[in-house]
């Protein structure tokens, strides 16, 4: 039972909240609960006089309590749970903290320190989120549905837990990913966070660690796969999609293999992004072209070196591929500028690599005239030397890759290198920003995937941009529900791309950062959300009114933490 009614007026404005809950059931109940923010007159009315202490607070001066009590813990971990204990206790309280210290305490909640709350998912669990489907419940999934809360769904985010940022196989605790992108999509794009549904699909760990863990809390099975595995997703989309015909289906951190070919199958049926794909091609795009007016380069002269050719490299090439085929180039002409190694060295036909990634493979004659270290091997040393590169970008989660060699090796031939080492978290990340400052006297143009201290160099201190998909996938979700999309296409995307790089300070500085600051990221979502939509409705895409101000609709449809005045039903 949905345990509350929002009331509101002709113009959507909310005048209060209506719920039959009393006592300890609405404080118990994080979304509704605001503790001592209930004014006397409440307290009466709900039976929690006594209940609370005597004060009566603003929700600013709670926020002022929580912030000291944050900082009473001493590790990043210590943070994430102390954090989301406050979200499991009070909704509101939790998004007013986070969105006044969005940049210290977003890399707590979400990537990196995510990542550690994944692992330790079993030991720390204290209240169930979401809906877990186990695979032993595939006949279930339309009454697991039901079970759900909240009523109205317009955004879920799923994940089968398989490849976790850069740890890989975490199983059931996958489900802190989910909750994760969840509230940043709340924090960064304003989604309204009593619409969005966690979703974790169990369908086992070949994690041998956390199948012989008696803490584990999901099924003990190695993971299912084939055309098991297929089915299975199958039966879920049609189940939720038939139950929210308006659905946004986010799906996040699966295996290399099922990602794509999850993507490609539903893509053209269903309105859904595969975060670690697209969204992550998106910011990383957006940083590249940003880099190409700092640097002084049309894009299509440009040479790009991926490292890392998994899920998010080979989304990262494909986002790459189609602004250079925009920019006038064939697709042949494209791939040729683009040179894709994984930890065996350079792509090659000969590797028989998977579908998704044989497109980028090089043949032997692409390579017949080079000078080599290793005949058995072409390593990045090699790739560097002989494509001499303009941009290098990791997504490998080798750590310390991009070493002082090859650095100084690809500066040797340009005048300002764009370098991106965007795998996370920063122990895994490819190269530290000060050495690359340093390596290439401070004519690198830089982006990484995780949060980094700025760097001095030359007199001054230089801020890191971060590649942080946090400012790309909450403006696309919020351009996407605005309309009622009927499917993410290419060109959104491509739109999402050019308003966010549109937002980069190297427009007014090209010494300056490739990406706005993470506090920027309301205004930066914003931004992309109209861009996304108004594509949405060139293509006949969108399912709203001609009509619809989409910039009003927007701006008005973005939530914000604040507490109403509640009424007895």
Not at 38 to 54: A, C
Not at 193 to 218: A, E, F, K, S
Not at 265 to 287: K, S
Request: charged fraction near 20%; aromatic fraction near 8%; include cysteine.
């Amino acid at each position: 039972m949905f345990k509350f009614k929002i009331a509101s007026n002709a113009a959507d404005k909310v005048l209060h909240i209506e719920t039959p809950l009393s006592g300890g059931d609405l404080l118990d109940t994080s979304i509704l609960n605001k503790g001592c923010a209930f004014t006397l007159e409440e307290r009466e009315l709900f039976g929690i006089t006594g209940l609370l202490p005597s004060q009566v607070e603003t929700l600013e001066q709670q926020a002022m309590r929580m912030y000291l009590q944050y900082h009473e813990h001493h590790t990043n971990l210590g943070k994430n749970i102390y954090l989301n204990v406050l979200h499991d206790y009070n909704q509101i309280l939790f998004y007013k903290l986070v969105s006044q210290h969005l940049e210290e305490m977003l890399p707590v909640i979400y990537t990196p320190t995510v990542g550690e709350a994944v692992q330790r998912f079993s030991t720390e669990m204290r209240q169930s989120r979401g809906l877990y489907i186990s695979y032993r419940d595939k006949d279930k999934i339309d009454k697991i549905l039901e079970n759900r809360l909240p009523h109205e769904v317009d955004l879920s985010v799923v994940t089968d837990g398989e490849a976790v940022l850069g740890i890989g196989d975490q199983g059931i605790g996958g489900i802190n990913i989910s909750s994760a992108k969840l509230m940043v999509y709340t924090l960064c794009g304003g989604i309204n966070p009593l619409r969005v549904l966690p979703i974790q699909l169990d369908v086992g760990t070949n994690n041998h660690h956390l199948l012989n863990d008696p803490m584990y809390l999901g099924w003990r099975h190695e993971r299912v796969s084939g055309q098991e595995y297929d089915d299975f997703i199958d039966v879920f989309v049609t189940a939720i999609t038939k139950k929210f015909p308006h659905l946004f289906l986010h799906w996040e951190d699966f295996g290399r293999d099922n990602a794509r070919r999850i993507l490609s199958h539903y893509r053209e049926n269903i309105c859904t992004m595969n975060g670690d794909v697209q969204a992550t091609g998106v910011v990383a795009l957006a940083c590249v072209l940003a880099g190409v007016v700092a640097s002084s380069t049309p894009l299509i002269q440009h040479r790009v070196v991926v490292m890392g050719a998994g899920t998010a490299g080979i989304g990262i090439a494909d986002q790459i591929l189609g602004a250079m085929m925009r920019e006038g180039l064939s697709e042949q002409e494209a791939r040729a500028r683009l040179w894709m190694v994984d930890k065996h060295g350079l792509l090659m036909k000969n590797d028989s690599p998977l579908p998704f990634q044989a497109s980028y493979a090089k043949d032997m004659n692409d390579v017949m005239n080079w000078e080599l270290r290793n005949l058995n091997q072409i390593s990045l040393y090699d790739v560097v030397k002989n494509v001499e590169p303009t941009i290098l970008i990791g997504c490998s989660t080798a750590t310390g890759a991009f070493n002082e060699e090859i650095v100084k090796l690809m500066a040797e031939k340009v005048g300002r290198p764009i370098i991106m080492p965007l795998s996370n978290p920063n122990s895994l990340s490819e190269a530290k920003p000060e050495h690359l400052i340093n390596w290439t006297e401070g004519r690198a143009i830089i982006a990484t995937g995780s949060p980094f201290p700025e760097v001095s160099f030359g007199g001054r201190w230089l801020r890191v941009a971060q590649s942080n998909n946090a400012l790309a996938f909450p403006g696309i979700g919020l351009g996407v529900i605005s309309v009622k999309a009927s499917r993410l296409s290419d060109d959104m995307l491509w739109a999402a791309t050019r308003a966010l790089s549109e937002c980069s300070p190297v427009y007014q500085d090209i010494t300056a950062p490739l990406l706005p600051k993470l506090a920027e990221a309301r205004m930066v979502s914003y931004k992309v959300a109209i861009a996304v939509a108004e594509q949405a409705r060139k293509e006949g895409l969108a399912r709203v009114s001609h009509d619809l101000d989409l910039r009003q609709t927007i701006r008005h449809s973005m939530w914000e933490p604040q507490y109403y005045t509640y009424r007895k039903v």
